[in-house]
T-cell receptor, first 114, second 115 residues
Framework: EAGVVQSPRYKIIEKKQPVAFWCNPI?????LYWYLQNLGQGPELLIR????????DSQLPKDRFSAERLKGVDSTLKIQPAELGDSAVYLC????????????FGPGTRLTVL | AQSVTQPDIHITVSEGASLELRCNYS??????LFWYVQSPGQGLQLLLK??????LVQGIKGFEAEFKRSQSSFNLRKPSVHWSDAAEYFC?????????????FGKGTKLTVNP
């Protein structure tokens, strides 16, 4: 069974440029999460989707971050414009449904903003 | 608000020695507790989880954890560490409150294994 797929694995951009990350969850998983992991920290939730609906985006900085999950499968997280402080690892995870279900994580996208 | 504290940022053990990684949580209700491991360049992998029942939970790779409500702790243990266990370990508490469901992670403990 394929795991959570993320691309790209690494991205280097200059500040003020836009950037997008893509995630393909495990087949059949209704819930999709985007997490931000700063160096030396644990992951922090940015947004959670139930199918195609963003049910918790309270931690997403909406002035520059946006996300979508078309057809309730793949998801894209976008930053526009990127700032130096956005340098981090962006993790995608998926689960069958609720918080008690195991979350399966992708390898992440390491973003460096110069 | 829920929080997770992992007091040890970095632990070094010798191969074959026993291991205990500490985790304390703050949560008003019965917590859902998890331990994840992250190897360099990899995503997080679930080691074990506790929802209810037996307070001693067995996980993959020979790990176990014990839930102690009186101490608000969920420490991870392994009787004999292997070099391949070198990684970063994250404790997390599952929050389900007011329509918000998410994992709150600790800052992690980096494990180094000496030969």
């Amino acid at each position: 069974e394929a795991g959570v797929v993320q691309s790209p694995r690494y991205k280097i951009i200059e500040k003020k440029q836009p950037v997008a990350f893509w995630c393909n969850p495990i087949s059949g998983h209704n819930t999709l999460y985007w997490y931000l992991q700063n160096l030396g920290q644990g992951p922090e939730l940015l947004i959670r989707y139930e199918n195609e609906e963003a049910v918790d985006d309270s931690q997403l900085p909406k002035d520059r971050f946006s996300a979508e999950r078309l057809k309730g499968v793949d998801s894209t997280l976008k930053i526009q414009p990127a700032e130096l402080g956005d340098s981090a690892v962006y993790l995608c995870a998926s689960s069958l449904s609720t918080v008690t279900d195991t979350q399966y994580f992708g390898p992440g996208t390491r973003l460096t903003v110069l | 608000a829920q929080s997770v504290t992992q007091p040890d940022i970095h632990i070094t053990v010798s191969e074959g020695a026993s291991l205990e990684l500490r985790c304390n949580y703050s949560y008003g209700a019965t917590p859902y507790l998890f331990w994840y491991v992250q190897s360099p360049g990899q995503g997080l992998q679930l080691l074990l989880k506790y929802f209810s029942g037996d307070t001693l939970v067995q996980g993959i790779k020979g790990f176990e954890a014990e839930f102690k409500r009186s101490q608000s702790s969920f420490n991870l243990r392994k009787p004999s560490v292997h070099w391949s266990d070198a990684a970063e370990y994250f404790c997390a508490v599952g929050q389900s409150q007011g329509g918000s469901e998410k994992l709150v992670f600790g800052k992690g403990t980096k494990l180094t294994v000496n030969p």
